[in-house]
């Protein structure tokens, strides 16, 4: 009976699901190979299942979503633009608050740390793409606490 049945394959897509209640989840939607999330969102299904970061599947209700965010896309996007922004800084702070914020993301982050959890494969494939976005940003944010001293003590 199950021998012969084909196997539909999905995607796990790394998403934020933001619920009328406000309660966030971080993890993953199954879609299929053929299938956007827009597709997903919008099908006959009343339940869908979730894949929390930690392995965890949960099932949850469509209807009682608000939005549903790729989390990759989104990231790049926003990393792109202003990189005081991935550590929750402004962009007046000095050299040693970066320092301090880049840390704590690295230490929340880091693949090692996760792999050691015993995560699955592809969230630790995911930790390294954060980590090297994570890095470029803080190099980024250092040149501009660097020019921006050199500027203040260029106009002294």
């Not at 929390?52 to 990231?75: C, Q």
Request: hydrophobic share 40%; proline share 3%.
């Amino acid at each position: 009976m199950y021998g012969d049945s084909k196997k539909i394959y999905k995607n796990k897509l790394l998403v934020e699901v933001e619920f009328d209640s406000g309660t966030l989840w971080t993890g993953y939607l199954f879609v299929g190979q053929q299938q956007r999330l827009s597709d997903l969102m919008n099908d006959e299904r009343v339940f869908l299942p979730f894949e929390m970061l930690d392995g965890s599947i949960e099932i949850f209700v469509k209807s009682h979503t608000r939005r549903v965010k790729p989390i990759a896309r989104a990231n790049a996007a926003a990393d792109s633009e202003n990189p005081f922004h991935v550590f929750g800084l402004s962009e007046s702070v000095g050299e040693t608050a970066l320092r301090e914020a880049y840390h704590r993301k690295v230490q929340e982050l880091h693949p090692d740390k996760l792999s050691s959890l015993g995560l699955s494969d592809e969230l630790i494939r995911f930790a390294h793409e954060r980590m090297a976005r994570l890095n470029e940003a803080y190099s980024r944010a250092r040149k501009q606490c660097r020019d921006a001293t050199s500027a203040a003590a260029a106009a002294e």
